[in-house]
């Protein structure tokens, strides 16, 4: 199953900065690439207000999204969850 995460920047954010200068940029980097890595993290990165982000993301649950991303050195402190939904994929140009 395919879900879209929607998240935002948190409260320890700092605008003044850019994302890669943030509180524990390197620790986020790789806990994100390690999710890449195992087939959990399909896309992501910040919308174009980079206040949002947005992830494409296989599990098989709501449940196991929040629960892995949890784990993330960002989790609520720089990047809060808005929302996860279930993704009905109906068409998919990536096999032509």
Excluded: C
């Excluded at 998240?7 to 954010?13: E, I, K, L």
């Amino acid at each position: 199953m395919f879900l879209v995460v929607l998240s935002r920047s948190g409260p320890q954010w700092d605008t003044s900065m850019p994302m890669d200068d943030q509180w524990q940029w390197n620790q986020h980097a790789l806990f994100m690439e390690g999710l890449v890595d195992d087939g959990f993290l399909v896309l992501g990165g910040p919308l174009a207000d980079e206040i949002h982000v947005a992830h494409v993301i296989e599990a098989e649950s709501e449940e196991k999204v929040r629960e892995t991303l949890a784990r993330d050195p960002w989790y609520e402190s720089l990047l809060g969850i808005d929302s996860v939904d279930a993704w009905t994929i109906r068409l998919d140009g990536r096999h032509r």
